[in-house]
């Protein structure tokens, strides 16, 4: 069964279509969901011609059990960088704030009016060889978004701010390690 992703002009955003994922494209209608529902964004951002956004929709977003998470407790929002430069910008300079590198798929957890809080490329379903694997991560972040919600959102704003007032002269990576160690994402 198709998702809402197959009435867009992307083919980008039409490869994931079918997938189990209730994607939502970059609308306000999303956002409004998140809202009502108190749940926050998982933003995925890609292109077509991406081996590791493949990698990632083969590996996790055609999984069921990836779906039923990003189903039950996050409004999830595919996005196609190259139709959406100005989208991909935004939280490409987020993501490299925070970790120094950026790239895609680029995945990001929002809050509903679009701060990001937490930001990474591609996840494999499980955590492994060192690598935190989506399905830990998405339980995780459910987790502190029930438990530590407050902060992550003042947080996503110290972080947000930061990014703001020094976009000009931050270096990559420069976001100090301890906001993020505190949530236990790092």
Known sequence: MANRLIK????????????PINWYPW?????EKANKEDKPIFL???YSTCRWCHNMNRDCFQDQEVAELLNRYFIPIKV??????DIDHVYIIFAEAISGNAGWPLNLFLTPDKKPFFAGTYFPKRSSKGMLGLID???K???LWQ????DLIEESKEIVRIVDTEFNTL???????DILKKQGLN
Request: hydrophobic share 20%; proline share 5%; glycine share 4%.
């Open 8 to 19: 867009e002009k992307s083919p980008y955003l039409k490869q994931h279509a079918y997938n």
């Open 27 to 31: 609308t306000e209608e999303a956002f």
């Open 44 to 46: 995925s951002i890609g």
């Open 80 to 85: 196609d960088r190259e139709e959406r430069p």
């Open 137 to 139: 991560l998405l339980e």
């Open 141 to 143: 972040v459910n987790d």
């Open 147 to 150: 438990t530590r919600k407050e």
């Open 171 to 177: 270096e990559k990576g420069t976001i100090n390690e």
